[in-house]
Nanobody, 125 residues
Framework: VQLQACGGGLVQPGGSLRLSCAAS????????VGWFRQTPGREREFVAS????????DYGDSVEGRCTISRDNAKNTVTLQMISLKPEDTAVYYC???????????????????WGQGTQVTVSS
């Protein structure tokens, strides 16, 4: 499984970004997918996750109400829409996947089986 994350960049506080995670080599519908973020010296923090067919979503407390995760299994992609961005959202954002037969999401980085390479999000004026 190869995951490719993209969509990061520099945005002003209050702005928005759309991150995408594209999978290759698998049928993405068999995988729960999550977004995590990391800043230097800190552990990876859970951002959002979606179940394998998209019926269940979970969000981290720090982004609740400002992020929407969605997926298109026909296109093997998962999207994270972020609005009202804050400087503290600055981090490298990683997408991760875990094969599952259930409708569970993935809220811990320890559950991840595959990781994308990360995309930098910088929120600054």
């Amino acid at each position: 499984v190869q995951l490719q994350a993209c969509g990061g960049g520099l945005v002003q506080p209050g702005g928005s970004l759309r991150l995408s995670c594209a999978a290759s080599g698998v049928a993405f519908s068999g995988y729960a997918v999550g977004w995590f973020r990391q800043t230097p010296g800190r552990e990876r923090e859970f951002v959002a996750s979606i179940s394998r067919v998209g019926r269940v979503t979970d969000y981290g407390d720090s982004v609740e109400g400002r992020c929407t995760i969605s997926r298109d299994n026909a296109k093997n992609t998962v999207t994270l829409q972020m609005i009202s961005l804050k400087p503290e959202d600055t981090a490298v954002y990683y997408c991760a996947a875990r094969w599952t037969v259930t409708g569970a999401t993935m809220t811990s980085s320890n559950e991840a089986q595959y990781w994308g390479q990360g995309t930098q999000v910088t929120v600054s004026s």
